[in-house]
């Protein structure tokens, strides 16, 4: 700061105290260093009687007076310079200069912060007496008064700073919050990007990502190259500096080596580098990942504290692309492990029946519609409930099936709804219930008909709510389930002798869809067994056998009382007991009763040989018909026969074809 002034005593103690009064009324009143000067400033000219005051800083390479008050007067040129270089005041040519940086105790706090410091001195030019004739107290008030001032000045630069650190800060932390809700590489990229040309009032920036393997940094997104991606040697310019020292570097043009920057990127790209700032970008284990790049300053410069908020953004951008690739992996984890398990239990089959059944559930998939399958005991009751939930978009979520006819009523409750720790007797810890279990599922009532009466009202009363309480507790836990019931009894039947609830039975029963039983789904009885050969044969790594004709046969004249269950069994049976190539009928080692060879005790005692083979031709294709339920194309198959040649044959023994053939009655 350099002072000019007229009293030949210089300042008293008395106008000492007053100089500190307007010092601190001038800072309570002023928001910035600007202000604070232009207030006082003035009053210290005025009451100084000073002839030129003002405040010298070095910006750019270049001595500046700013904050000039007084007079039109030239200060020499090396005043300032000295005063700095011995770091005390020093009088020359009437004019007296005191390093602001000697005096300020917040210099050490602002460079470990990284705030730019630059050289600075208040110069004083007097009307009368000259510095040089000036008594040592006279000089050691007015140093006193200068580090006043410079410990005020430090005050609002430190205020100042924090308050525009403050809104960086929370710019950033708004940015990474968003970050957080991209899903694609691409646009999180650009968001950064976004963010850090918006924050730090640059051109753009980019995020140059370390491709170790091939030694290049992979820069994303790149305005005007092909793509958005821009690769560069993984020692080229600034960004290659940061690379190799793992320390922020900073370029301005002017200051700075010209060789530093890349200009072939900027031929490449039409575009002009002023001025480049870099950081490295480190992931959770403080492994080096890449280098965060922005470039042209709005004010053509960039300094330290740009530094800090890039360093900020860095890290903040660092922790959001690990926790994208985090998300990314486990997501195609989740769905490949959700995608072999609906490969587990696929529903398998052609027959017209399962395309209409397959089509109405590929519909209600995407609803939340209660589903009530019918069919048999092992008809793929439960298969067909996981395909409506692997075909859904509650697919992520779990898939818990119970089977309600092996609970009884008193524990039908805590299964279901859960219980608290001491609710009952061997209640000793806190259990989930299915159904918070199957929260953003579905969940499979297998057998509900089976279901006591206190059970089908709670299970109402939850379906109604959509809220469970644990037994023994008070608190209503909501619960986001899809239900899907499965039974093998007539429900209506069970309605009407008041066995089962009949609003639980409309609640459940908003789609109905019925499995039929094996034996009436022709050739989906033979693409079943190769289905669950195969599935056998992979699991104990043997090649797969081939069915022979007389076993396929066998296969599709069996009536399978026990459905496709059966089928399973007996499929696996001789996956691991037939060691051939091929499987007869002698590997199915099926209950002697599906043969369809009739017994002896079957065979006629009475006619001739000729009406003996007649009566069992007939009854033969009878129930070849039967099994085939009329359809003659399944039947003649059945039999080893043409259609055509199965016609003929029936015409020969007087049996009536055509439509009316699938009616037992006509045939004896």
Wanted: proline share 4%; aromatic share 6%; hydrophobic share 40%.
């Amino acid at each position: 700061m350099i002072l000019d002034t007229a009293d030949s005593q210089g300042p008293d103690d008395s106008k000492g105290l007053s100089f500190s009064s307007q010092i601190l009324l001038a800072m309570q009143k002023s928001h910035s260093e600007q202000e604070f000067l232009a207030l006082v400033m003035p009053q210290l000219c005025k009451d100084l009687d000073l002839d030129a005051i003002g405040l010298v800083q070095q910006i750019r390479g270049h001595w500046v007076t700013k904050d000039w008050e007084g007079g039109e007067i030239s200060a020499p040129e090396t005043l300032v310079p000295r005063a700095l270089d011995q770091a005390q005041s020093v009088s020359e040519g009437g004019w007296l200069a005191i390093p602001l940086e000697n005096s300020s105790c917040f210099i050490d706090l602002w460079r470990s912060k990284g705030i730019p410091v630059s050289a600075a001195a208040f110069v004083f030019h007097p009307l009368r007496v000259p510095w040089e004739d000036r008594s040592v107290k006279q000089i050691t008030q007015m140093e006193e008064l200068v580090r006043n001032l410079s410990t005020a000045l430090g005050q609002l630069r430190w205020s100042d700073h924090c308050s525009r650190r403050l809104s960086q800060l929370t710019a950033v932390v708004e940015a990474a919050a968003n970050w957080q809700r991209h899903d694609d590489d691409q646009t999180l990229l650009e968001a950064i990007a976004d963010a850090a040309t918006r924050i730090l009032e640059c051109d753009r920036a980019s995020i140059f990502l370390w491709d170790r393997k091939r030694k290049k940094l992979v820069g994303r997104p790149a305005l005007g190259v092909p793509g958005g991606i821009l690769e560069v040697d993984d020692s080229a310019g600034v960004v290659g500096e940061v690379l190799q020292s793992g320390l922020p570097q900073i370029w301005n043009r002017g200051s700075d080596e010209e060789s530093r920057v890349n200009r072939r990127v900027d031929e490449s790209l039409e575009f002009e580098t002023h001025s480049l700032i870099a950081v490295p970008m480190f992931d959770m284990r403080n492994r080096l990942i890449g280098v965060f790049e922005a470039i042209n300053h709005a004010e053509f410069l960039f300094d330290e504290s740009h530094g800090l908020v890039l360093a900020d953004l860095a890290s903040h951008a660092s922790a959001a692309i690990e926790s994208h690739q985090v998300r990314s992996e486990l997501t195609a984890t989740r769905d490949r492990l959700i995608d072999d398990a609906a490969a587990k239990s696929p529903l398998i089959g052609s027959h017209e029946s399962m395309v209409s059944i397959k089509e109405t559930a590929r519909k209600v998939a995407g609803t939340d519609l209660g589903v009530l399958i019918r069919g048999g005991n092992g008809t793929g009751k439960e298969v067909l409930a996981r395909t409506i939930h692997f075909e859904s978009n509650r697919r992520a979520g779990p898939f818990i099936a119970v089977n309600c006819a092996a609970l009884v009523e008193s524990l039908l409750e805590s299964e279901l709804f859960g219980h608290e720790k001491g609710s009952f007797t061997d209640a000793q810890a806190t259990r989930v219930g299915k159904f918070e279990l199957a929260d953003r599922g579905t969940l499979f009532l297998d057998e509900v008909g089976d279901m006591s009466p206190g059970g089908q009202a709670k299970l109402l009363r939850v379906l109604e709510e959509k809220v469970v309480v644990r037994v023994g507790g008070s608190q209503t836990i909501p619960v986001d389930v899809r239900v899907i019931a499965a039974t093998n009894q007539p429900l209506e039947e069970l309605i009407e002798k008041k066995l089962f609830r009949e609003d639980l039975f409309f609640r459940l029963n908003v789609v109905n869809m019925t499995l039929p039983d094996l034996r009436h789904r022709g050739d989906d009885i033979l693409v079943l067994a190769e289905h669950f050969l195969l599935q056998f044969c992979s699991q104990i790594g043997r090649k797969v056998p081939d069915f022979k004709n007389t076993a396929k046969q066998a296969l599709l004249a069996y009536p399978w009382p026990g459905n496709i269950r059966e089928l399973r069994n007996t499929i696996e049976r001789v996956a691991y007991l037939c060691s051939e190539e091929e499987i007869d009928v002698e590997d199915l080692m099926m209950n002697p009763s599906m043969d369809l060879t009739p017994s002896k005790d079957l065979l006629p005692i009475e006619g001739t040989l000729n009406e003996a083979t007649r009566s069992f031709q007939v009854q033969h294709i009878r129930r070849a018909i039967e099994l085939c339920d009329g359809k003659m194309t399944q039947a003649a198959k059945l039999l080893g026969l043409h259609r055509s040649n199965l016609y003929r044959k029936m015409h020969q023994l007087g049996m009536p074809a055509g439509e009316e053939a699938s009616d037992p009655s006509v045939m004896d």
